[in-house]
């Protein structure tokens, strides 16, 4: 390694250790290096934590993502004649929820809309997006092809940000060496490799609301909902909250920001408690409620979080003129059968073995049937 080249890395990160702000170029440079494994793993990680730890800026994040995109992102064009959308939350909240997004997905895709997800494997838990998608039987280690003709067929599909079929260079080495939280929990999650221009995106801070949604005008989003919620003790969640009051920020079509907040009575629903929306931690136990929700066998507290963050995603995507509207959708929806069946489609559509994956599926909705006859 260049001697020099690792001195001034090194000084870049003491600058971030004083909490100084770098350029967007300053960024893409120091993390095309990291991709290129010029630097030592040291002042890798070094420099992936000091910049989480004084908060990033627009800049910043939109540095990050440009060297992914621009170096190690396998890119595909859609031919689809809708809006494409993604939604998904960045992790790194105090509040550890059951995979709501996976859930508001598929009931989004099952009303029509177009979701390009991308997304990963949990990082300080066991039921990251990717994770709780493989044990309901969608392939999630296909090459981008394979997605792409699911997003085209029908109407939703994922890429593995975890996956060197996506990311071949580096993104993959990265995120496999890590277990907490860093700045590509949100410009990694960014890289997406159908580049699509609406969006919802929950971040784990309301202080990074603003510095999101500036991010995604800059890299050529059309419409976002970037959503930050709370819950008692002062936790939060990167999902609109039926704990509390939700603070959103919006990215209209004019390129304006909006910041407004949003409480569960809003949507004529009562506050509810933090117990009724944690994970378990355990996958199997989690796939299975996943599936009572889009079965339409739960009618609580779960199901009405899942309505309330699939009406985001409607709304983005020209579906519903409010949130309010994009609720009784999603309600709807699971309640006719229509999600599940969804489900299967995607399942059959993102494979290299339908059959494995459909009989997943089927074993899994076997178990639910036998917990309700006994």
């Known amino acids: 390694m260049d001697e020099n080249r690792v001195k001034n890395f090194g000084a870049v990160i003491s600058r971030l250790i004083s909490k100084e702000n770098l350029s967007r170029e300053e960024v893409k440079d120091c993390f095309s290096q990291i991709m290129r494994n010029e630097q030592p793993d040291l002042q890798q990680g070094a420099f992936m934590a000091a910049l989480t730890a004084k908060g990033e800026t627009a800049s910043e994040i939109a540095g990050v993502w440009e060297a992914i995109y621009e170096q190690d992102t396998v890119r595909v064009k859609l031919q689809v004649n809708k809006p494409v959308v993604d939604n998904c939350g960045t992790g790194m909240d105090s509040l550890k929820t059951f995979n709501i997004s996976t859930a508001a997905s598929i009931v989004a895709a099952a009303g029509g809309v177009v979701l390009a997800k991308h997304g990963a494997r949990a990082l300080s838990g066991s039921c990251g997006t990717i994770d709780m998608l493989e044990s309901l039987g969608v392939d999630v280690e296909t090459d981008v092809e394979t997605v792409k003709r699911s997003i085209e ?16 260079q580096a993104l993959f080495r990265i995120l496999s060496q890590i277990r907490f939280g860093t700045t590509l929990n949100i410009a990694g999650s960014l890289a997406n490799p159908a580049l699509p221009h609406y969006a919802v995106r929950g971040v784990y801070s309301s ?44 990215l209209g079509e004019d390129g304006q920001i909006t910041e ?9 629903l009562k506050v509810r408690q933090a ?17 009572r929700i889009l079965s339409g066998n739960e ?22 003129s409010s949130l309010r509207e994009g609720y009784a959708k ?12 969804k489900l299967r489609q995607w399942i059959q559509a993102q494979n290299t073995n339908p059959e494995a994956g459909i009989a997943r599926l089927e074993s899994l909705l076997g178990e639910l049937d036998g917990a309700k006859i006994s």
């Open 153 to 168: 067929t029908v109407g939703i599909g994922i890429f593995n940000g975890m996956s060197a079929k996506v990311h071949p």
């Open 207 to 250: 202080e990074l609301l603003q510095p999101v949604a500036e991010v995604m005008r800059e890299i050529g989003y059309k419409k976002a909902l970037v959503i930050f919620g709370s819950a008692p003790g002062g936790r939060g969640m990167d999902e609109l909250s039926n704990l509390g009051e939700s603070r959103i920020a919006e």
């Open 260 to 268: 407004y907040s949003l409480s569960p009575v809003d949507f004529g």
């Open 275 to 291: 117990e009724d929306i944690l994970t378990s931690g355990d996958k199997q136990g989690e796939t299975l409620r996943l599936l």
């Open 299 to 320: 009618n609580g507290a779960a199901f009405e979080v899942v309505c309330l963050n699939t009406a985001p995603v409607f709304y983005v995507a020209g579906a519903v």
């Open 330 to 341: 999603a309600a709807e929806i699971i309640r006719s059968g229509v999600a599940i069946a």
